[in-house]
Every structure is written in C-alpha cells, then in structure tokens.
C-alpha cells in the first residue's frame, strides 16, 4: 500500500532563516506531488504542483519554492522566512489528475 | 482563491442524529472531494464524487451533487462522538490548476 510522509512535524523558525520541508511516497510510481498551505481557521491553498521530476507548478506567488529531485521526494524551501509563512504545510500525492489525492500528516510551521 | 464555501460554518448536534453540510462552488468541475480534517491533524478523504455522477455512498456517508446548482452535500447518519471534526469540500475545476481547491470548511460538533 501506499503511504507519504512529511518531516519535520513541527517547526519552529526565526524570520529571515532558511526552509526545508520534506515529503516522500512510497508505494507507487510517477505520483503527481502538491504543497498546500492552511492558515489558522482556514481552507487549505495549493502553492505548488509537480507531474514528474523537475516539472514544477507555482499556484501563487510566495516567498517558497518547491523542487522534485526524486520521482517520489518533494521538497519545500524558502531562502528567508517571513512571518506570514507561518501555517500548516501539507503534501499530497494522486495516482493522476482528477484522482483523489492523498495527504501527509502535515508539518506545523510557526515563523518568530 | 476559494472555490467551495461550506455552510454552516459551524454544526453542533446530538450524538445519533445525522448531520448535514453543504458546499457551493463556482465553476465547472471535473469532481468535487469530501476530507475530514481532526483538529491540529492531516486531511483523510471520505468521497470523489465525479461530474457525471448524481450520488455516492460509503458506509455510513452520504453525498450528493447537483452541477447545475454548483452544489454538494454531505450526509453523516447515525452521528458518533468520533465524527467530531472540520469537513471540507474541494474541487478539481475544468480547465484550472492540477490541484484541489477547498472551502474553509464546517466544523462538527457531537455531543455525548
């Protein structure tokens, strides 16, 4: 069966300090990838997309950036970290498009 | 942005009674996804239901989607203490990112 993984579970981050938040799957081949972010008392929002290896989608524009160096690894980073990057960071993976889509158990990031 | 808007934003309700949450959208849409989210926890997917598709069970779940009133809705019978949790809808619209779009979600109650 398939399963995903993120890592750090919580993290906590002075402003202007470097990002890197991790998801791997495991289970399947070619998933497709996302990042979403949920605000306090909020929906979550997709930030970014990836359909194969170095193929990344940007849904918003940010202070993060997202990379695929592996088929089933996704990597979310950012170089300086604001304050309002704070929030819930979750992957999620689909087998293909218009397929129900997977979520990780999160990473709570807290910015100060 | 958000496509889906939950309603009512809050339920509170007795255990064994049913539930009952709604959720509007605003363009077309490939399908629309029903996630469970416990507080502080990742999301676990409950239903896909697809376009073309009128209704949708699964145990003790019940969704319905009417596309030419861009609407959904979610049925929980027989409520169980352990329901307690914050329900979104999401969408994959036609044409738009290759990702989901939530609402910001109705958060259930059930009481003792």
């Known amino acids: 069966s398939q399963t995903i993984h993120q890592w750090p579970a919580t993290l906590v981050q002075p402003v202007g300090s470097p990002l890197s938040l991790e998801c791997t799957v495991e289970g399947t081949s070619n998933p497709n990838l996302y990042w979403y972010r949920q605000a306090a008392g909020r929906g979550l929002q997709l930030l970014f997309y990836?359909?194969?290896?170095?193929?990344i989608s940007s849904e918003v524009p940010q202070n993060l950036s997202a990379s695929r160096p592996q088929d089933r690894q996704f990597i979310l980073s950012s170089k300086k970290l604001l304050l309002s990057d704070s929030g819930f960071y979750l992957c999620a993976w689909s087998p293909r498009r218009w397929e129900t889509q997977y979520f990780g158990p999160g990473t709570r990031l807290l910015v100060l | 942005s958000q496509q889906g808007e939950e309603d009512p934003q809050a339920l509170s309700i007795q255990e064994g009674e049913n539930a009952t949450m709604n959720c509007s959208y605003k363009?077309?849409?490939?399908?629309l996804q029903w996630y469970r989210q416990n507080s502080g926890r990742g999301l676990v997917h409950l239903i896909l239901?697809?376009?073309?598709?009128r209704e949708k069970h699964s145990g003790r779940l019940r969704v319905t989607l009417d596309t030419s009133k861009k609407s959904s809705s979610l049925l929980i019978t027989a409520s169980r203490a352990a329901d307690t949790a914050s329900y979104f809808c999401a969408t994959d619209a036609v044409g738009g990112a290759d990702g989901l779009t939530f609402g910001k979600g109705t958060h259930l109650i059930i009481q003792p």
């Open positions: 239901i697809r376009s073309n598709e």
């Open positions: 990836s359909v194969g290896i170095g193929q």
């Open positions: 363009t077309s849409i490939n399908n």
